[in-house]
């Protein structure tokens, strides 16, 4: 049962419902704090993961919406007082503190807390961040927002896209973009730096172009974009606009990166980062954790460090001995896309290992033996992506009478390759009524393939 906001002091208040805040809430409570308050601006804890509706999140693998799910039954379970759609504005005092806060249930509200862990994530970088010259007619949207458009809010964004940014959000949109019938004209990238395995599911599955080594010099169009002029870097770093080409598009995602959160701490020196890089200070009770620190890539690792960052923070207010040699988790080892690996891409004996973000750099010999794998489900992997390569599909279908419209889905089980088009036209067409519990099967053997259809969340 839900517990009502009291005006008695917070051991500790939590701001942002994502997944460090969720596992730095529920850490807490389990090391002994008792009046955990875990403070979240959108309609549901989560932060970005219910609009990242792909698969890849945890070690099982599982779609953002599902990860979600799993913290927040782990927050209910340890006694975290939640409350939603509730914006933290201000902090103030040397400890204790008083956070101010408002929001539509709450209204505007001084809340005492003895403690604050900040995890309120990231926000994209913006074209004018970027300073893209050119004119400045609709239709440029970061990736972020055209994925939460798309995966939460049932709009595409447009027809005919180029993505600018060759980060792990740019690559993912250039397939749920095909996937949805959307023309992808390519990705302009300076350089790569997303993983090795969304490179290979998303752009190299579906032969999406990809500029490397390119950046956009000038965007076009009055009302709606009609287009983009792109030119390569030279080795100065300038663009080279002898070789500058123009490509017509009606949309320009920008996935130019990801800046930390830190609008509510910024400026305050006693704010003690949890990310292994900074000393922890003595003294005071302000901690900041997860993406809101530095842009991670797995979400295993902004759960560890958020479950870690919860303990630290009880352990100072119990007053542990050890309170400041609690041991950093260890991060998860996750291949980053390097320019070199792409001549690997295209060599024949080469593949890289899809099943967990290490993404192992698989290798057959002239005798047919394998090298490589760092584990035994990667030698399986290879035989099968060889002989008949298989992939998780993900999508959204129509949800009536919920209180989202869309309901992301997922097959049981990976689909043959050619296959996956076919089962995203068909989550296209369908309408389900909810309400419809996660896991619930919609289609038996979608689209002619032995997978079923399941709802990848409640709706
Ligand atoms: C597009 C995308 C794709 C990804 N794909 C994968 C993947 O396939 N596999 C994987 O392992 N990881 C993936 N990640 C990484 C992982 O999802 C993120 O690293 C993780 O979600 C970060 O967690 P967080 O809790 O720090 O921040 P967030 O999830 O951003 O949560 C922060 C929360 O804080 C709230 N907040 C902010 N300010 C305030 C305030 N003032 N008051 C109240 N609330 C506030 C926000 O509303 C938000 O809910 C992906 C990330 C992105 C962006
Ligand atoms: S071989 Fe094993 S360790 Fe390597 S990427 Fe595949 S599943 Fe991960």
Not at 47 to 69: K, M, S
Not at 210 to 221: A, E, K, P, R
Not at 422 to 429: G, L, P
């Amino acid at each position: 049962m839900k517990e009502a906001l009291q005006e008695e002091m917070m051991d500790l208040v939590v701001v942002g419902g994502g997944p460090c805040g969720m596992a730095a809430a529920a850490a807490a409570r389990g090391a002994g704090l008792s009046r955990v308050l875990l403070l979240e601006q959108g309609d549901t804890l989560g932060g970005v993961l219910p609009q990242c509706i792909h698969d890849g999140f945890g070690p099982e693998q599982q779609t953002g919406p599902e990860y979600a799910l799993d913290l927040r039954d782990q927050v209910d379970r340890a006694g975290v007082i939640v409350e939603t759609k509730t914006t933290a504005l201000h902090v103030s005092g040397q400890g204790p503190y008083t956070l101010w806060a408002a929001g539509p249930h709450l209204g505007a509200k001084q809340i005492p807390a003895r403690s604050i862990l900040f995890a309120t994530g990231c926000r994209e970088r913006t074209r004018g961040q970027l300073r893209i010259p050119g004119a400045r007619p609709a239709g440029v949207f970061t990736a972020g927002a055209a994925q939460w458009m798309m995966n939460v809010q049932n709009m595409l964004p447009g027809k005919s896209v180029l993505i600018l940014g060759l980060g792990n959000i740019g690559l993912i949109m250039a397939r749920r973009l095909t996937l949805e019938g959307v023309k992808v004209k390519g990705i302009v990238g300076e350089r790569a730096s997303g993983l090795m395995r969304n490179y290979v599911q998303c752009v190299k599955d579906w032969s999406i172009p990809v500029y490397w080594g390119h950046t956009i010099c000038s965007i076009h169009g009055r009302r709606r974009l009609r287009g983009v002029t792109i030119a390569p870097l030279n080795s100065a770093g300038q663009m080279d606009l002898g070789k500058k080409q123009y490509l017509p598009c009606d949309t320009l995602l920008v996935a130019a990166g990801l800046i930390p959160e830190q609008a509510l701490f910024a400026g305050r020196e006693d704010v003690a980062y949890l990310d292994g890089s900074t000393a922890i200070q003595n003294g005071g009770a302000l901690f900041a954790c997860g993406n809101a620190v530095r842009v991670y890539d797995t979400v295993e690792e902004v759960t560890a460090w958020g479950a870690y960052a919860g303990q630290v923070a009880a352990r100072r207010l119990l007053g542990a001995a050890d309170a400041l040699q609690t041991l950093p988790p260890v991060g998860v080892e996750a291949r980053k896309l390097q320019e070199a690996d792409l001549v690997s891409l295209q060599e024949e004996d080469t593949l890289f290992c899809l099943l967990c973000p290490k993404g192992c750099r698989l290798q057959f010999g002239a005798d047919g033996s394998l090298k490589g794998n760092g584990c035994a489900a990667g030698a399986r992997f290879a035989e099968e992506e060889r002989s008949a390569p298989r992939r998780m599909v993900t999508a959204t279908v129509r949800l009536l009478g919920g209180a989202q419209p869309l309901l992301p889905v997922k097959t049981s089980v990976p689909v043959p390759k050619e296959k996956a088009l076919e089962v995203a036209r068909v989550c296209k067409r369908l309408k389900v009524q909810a309400p419809i519990t996660r896991g619930t099967v919609l289609i038996p053997q979608v689209g002619g393939t032995a997978a079923d259809l399941l709802a990848a969340s409640d709706g």
